[in-house]
Structures are given as structure tokens and as C-alpha cells.
């Protein structure tokens, strides 16, 4: 449950499993009813706060094996009303006893290590960006240093950046470093063979992200990737968002990429998906979705609409 940048957050009772965490407000799904009941069910009963279902913006879906037990996470995350934020803003007690505290998102980042260990997917999930800015291909600037340039006066402050410029991986290193050296604020996204490469040179890897590509999440034994690395998957139908769900549940998969939604100029041949069919395909991903092809940041509003947390482009998105 959020409010602007605030999350509400309460203390595990020192009887229960985790006893003693900071957790996200929740409880068990009972038999006769779906995830999102059982949401709006649990919090009522802990907190007394009333949530309407359509407050519910599902994220994904986290398993995790602690030593003890197995937990499956339904994570829906909850914008509260001006009134429902009123009546709980000063409120530190739940029904239950537990206390409850108003952090914000870096406030709960800074408290990782007091939240259960299967609450660190949330964590980020949260930090997700609502824009994928996704780079042009060199060809389009002439060079390394007015590619570099472009960007590092265009992006905003903190921008997820994909470093796709279609060019040899060794000539995209150099372009990673020319963007690091220009841009430190920025996230980058590269492809796992940029990685890979990267990582084999020495290089400092650790705010990496990798984006994996069709071929790639075919071939991949998933115990070839780092169980930590933070991973991006293109879906394009049903199997490749199954094959999202199976690497889930192993590794650190922080969103979906499906698309296209709309023609685009780089792939005009592959027929656009439509918002009904984006949306059908983000409800069979166990993990948050972006809407890519097409986008514009006016998209972003019907994105949120047809169950995305945000858009990706590369033309409509600077």
C-alpha cells in the first residue's frame, strides 16, 4: 500500500514465521477465494483499512523456500485514497497488535535486511522505472562520441537506459564506457553477450542489467545466468511468458518487455499485439510488464490501464 511516495509497512509478531520483519501488509489466500480477495481480505482484518479490488494493480508472483517452509507471494500493490491515507497516516498500531510505520521507498531500501528474505523481489519491483528509454542504433548518429552526447544531454536524471546501438560487442563496451563516464546517475540495460564480455574483460559489472532476447531464453540453461543478476525477457506470446514464469522462480527477474503493441518502424513485418492482447499476456506474467512498440509517454496512462507498471520505446520516449 503506497500513498504518493510512502509505503505502509507493519511488524511481524514475534510468534510468526519471519517474526520480528518489517513486512508488506498481507495474509493467506483461503480456498474459496482469488489472490486479490484475499488481499483486500488480510488487510481489513490486520489493519481495518477497506480496499476496493480495483485499487489493485497485480505486480507478480515470487516462490520462494526458506529453511523451514515454502511461500508462494501473490504482490499486488495498492494506491490509497486521500480519505484512507487521512485515516491512517497517524495510526502506529494494527488489529493484531503490530506496529505500523509510513517509510519511504528508499527508506525501505536502506531497511532490506529487516524484511523477510522473499520481500527482496519487491524491493525491486519497486524501483522499476515507468519509462525503458531503448537507444537508437549508431547508425542514426555517425559516431561513438555524438551517440554518447546525445543521450547524456536528453536522458533524464536516473533514466533506465537500454544500450542497444547495434553495433559489435566489443565496439558497445567502449559505448558503455563513454555513457558511464558521461552519465553516472544512469541505470543500464545491456544484452547478456555485452555482459558476458564485459564481465570476461574485468569490467565492473554489479549495476548491470541484462536484457535477454528470444533465441536466448530458449537456449539458456538457467543455471548458466547468476541467480542475481538482474534480468529483462522480451514476451512476444504465451510460451515466451511461460518461460518468463520458469526463469521467475529461480532468478532475479525484474520485468517483462512485451511488445509489440503497436507497429514500429525497426520490425514493420511483425504484427502488432493490440492492448487487449498486451493486456492478455501481462496477466500470464508472474512478473511486472512494460508496454513496448510504438509508445509515446502519452501511452503511459493506457499502459497502467491494460496492466503494465510502465512503457519502453526509443522514438516516442526523448
Keep these: 500500500m503506497k500513498y504518493g511516495d510512502e509505503f505502509l509497512l507493519a511488524r511481524r509478531s514475534l510468534h510468526q514465521h519471519q517474526g520480528g520483519k518489517l513486512e508488506f501488509v498481507g495474509g493467506k489466500i483461503h480456498a474459496d477465494e482469488s489472490p486479490a480477495l484475499a488481499a483486500v481480505r488480510e488487510v481489513h482484518e490486520e489493519i481495518g483499512l477497506k480496499l476496493n479490488t480495483d485499487q489493485l494493480v497485480f505486480m507478480g508472483k515470487i516462490a520462494h523456500d526458506y529453511a523451514d517452509k515454502s511461500v508462494c507471494l501473490h504482490i499486488y500493490q495498492a494506491c490509497l485514497t486521500d480519505c484512507q491515507y487521512g485515516d491512517f497516516r497517524h495510526r502506529s498500531v494494527g488489529l493484531e497488535n503490530q506496529s505500523l510505520y509510513w517509510f519511504k521507498q528508499d527508506e525501505i531500501i536502506a531497511r532490506a535486511h529487516e524484511l523477510p528474505a522473499a520481500n527482496a523481489r519487491i ?3 519497486l524501483s522499476l522505472p515507468k519509462v525503458l528509454y531503448i537507444s537508437h542504433t549508431l547508425s542514426e548518429f555517425g559516431g561513438m562520441e555524438k551517440f554518447a552526447n546525445y543521450y547524456a544531454h536528453h536522458l533524464p536524471k536516473g533514466a533506465c537506459f ?20 558521461s552519465r553516472a546517475d544512469l541505470r543500464l540495460v545491456v544484452g547478456w553477450s555485452v555482459y558476458h564480455a564485459y564481465h570476461q574483460q574485468g569490467g565492473d559489472v554489479k549495476d548491470l542489467m541484462v536484457k535477454l532476447t528470444r533465441a536466448e531464453l530458449d537456449q539458456f540453461n538457467a543455471h548458466d545466468l547468476p541467480a542475481d543478476l538482474p534480468i529483462w525477457v522480451g514476451v512476444h506470446d504465451e510460451k515466451e511468458a511461460l518461460a518468463v514464469n520458469q526463469l521467475n522462480k529461480g532468478h532475479r527477474v525484474l520485468a517483462a518487455l512485451i ?26 506474467c508472474d512478473v511486472p510488464s512494460l508496454a513496448l512498440g510504438g509508445m509515446r ?11 503494465a507498471i510502465g512503457i519502453a520505446g526509443i522514438r516516442g520516449t526523448i
Design 297 to 307: 509517454l502519452s501511452d503511459l496512462q493506457s499502459a497502467k490501464d491494460h496492466g
Design 259 to 284: 511488445s509489440p503493441v503497436r507497429p514500429t518502424a525497426t520490425h514493420p513485418e511483425t504484427p502488432a499485439l493490440g492492448w487487449e492482447r498486451f493486456q492478455h499476456l501481462a496477466q500470464l
Design 123 to 125: 524491493l525491486d519491483w
Design 162 to 181: 537500454y544500450l542497444r546501438p547495434c553495433i559489435g560487442v566489443h565496439e558497445i563496451i567502449q559505448l558503455l564506457a563513454l555513457m558511464t563516464e
